[in-house]
Structure formats: structure tokens, C-alpha cells
């Protein structure tokens, strides 16, 4: 990991509360001139530390928040079936996350459905289409008592 001093970390925290600030504002905040600060967020952009910027939507009302987490089991698991499993899970949008995981499961998904009906298809004719996948289970959100964005630095 590359050395990052106070302010590169104060730019962050900043960042990922309110990425829509202005260079000027954000050097109001920590304290510097524009150009030092707007040369940090681009060597933070370059070095990965910010891997992009986007709007947080309201699923809801968007009429997507059915929100499901899915345990993924595969028949077989090797380098090759995993790999094509997360080739076809990087094409289905209603798939928000997927991570790959320890445990009775490979992997776990985070699906956005605008209800059960609609939930219930998708295991039907999408995920139930992939030749690799053994068996799942879902677990469906009830309230969101906490999503936070952020990283705590």
C-alpha cells in the first residue's frame, strides 16, 4: 500500500460522504489551494484509491427494493466453472454484488427485485439456467437497518 498522509485520508472520508463537492470546496475543507488538492485526487484516482464516483438511488422507488441475499452453491467447484460462473453473474443486472465465499456455500449474491413474483422467475429462468449451479438458498431483507458506503478510515 502506497503511503497516504493525513490529508489524503481527510480527502477521502470527505469524498465518500459527498463526492459531488468541488475541487474549491474540498480545499476549503482541508485546508489547501485548489491545485494541491485537485493534484491529490487525481494521483488517488490513478493509484486506485477511488475507483469511481456514482449516485446512490432509491431502490424503492425505483420499484427495486425487494431486496434478496442468495447463497450460491455450484455442482463442482475449480478454477474454470467458477470462472464462467461470475463471466454469466457479471451480465444479469438484477445481480447488484456478488462475492465469492467460505463456508457450505461458494458464492453470495445481493439481488434487487421489485417483488417476490418477480423474484421467484428469476430463480426460475435466469439463475436456474446456469449448468454450474448446485443449489441456493435466499434470505429476503426485511428493513435496512444500516448501508453505509463508506469504508471507516
Known amino acids: 500500500m502506497d503511503?497516504?498522509?493525513k490529508?489524503?485520508?481527510q480527502i477521502l472520508r470527505i469524498m465518500q460522504d459527498n463526492s459531488k463537492l468541488t475541487t474549491k470546496e474540498l480545499a476549503s475543507q482541508v485546508n489547501l489551494s485548489t491545485t494541491p488538492v485537485f493534484e491529490r485526487l487525481k494521483r488517488l484516482e490513478a493509484e486506485g484509491y477511488i475507483k469511481r464516483y456514482i449516485a446512490v438511488l432509491d431502490a424503492g422507488k425505483l420499484n427495486y427494493g425487494f431486496v434478496v441475499f442468495c447463497s450460491v452453491k455450484l455442482r463442482r467447484l475449480n478454477r474454470d466453472i467458477a470462472g464462467e460462473f461470475t463471466r454469466i453473474i457479471q451480465?444479469?443486472?438484477e445481480v447488484t454484488e456478488?462475492?465469492?465465499i467460505s463456508?457450505?456455500?461458494d458464492f453470495l449474491?445481493?439481488?434487487h427485485a421489485p417483488?417476490?413474483?418477480y423474484y421467484q422467475e428469476f430463480i426460475?429462468?435466469?439463475l436456474g439456467t446456469i449448468d454450474s449451479l448446485g443449489s441456493l438458498t435466499s434470505t429476503f431483507v426485511m428493513a435496512d437497518i444500516k448501508h453505509n458506503y463508506g469504508i471507516p478510515i
Open 3 to 5: 503511503v497516504l498522509d
Open 7 to 9: 490529508t489524503d485520508l
Open 91 to 93: 451480465d444479469i443486472p
Open 98 to 100: 456478488c462475492y465469492n
Open 103 to 105: 463456508g457450505e456455500y
Open 109 to 111: 449474491l445481493k439481488i
Open 115 to 117: 417483488d417476490m413474483k
Open 124 to 126: 426460475l429462468n435466469v
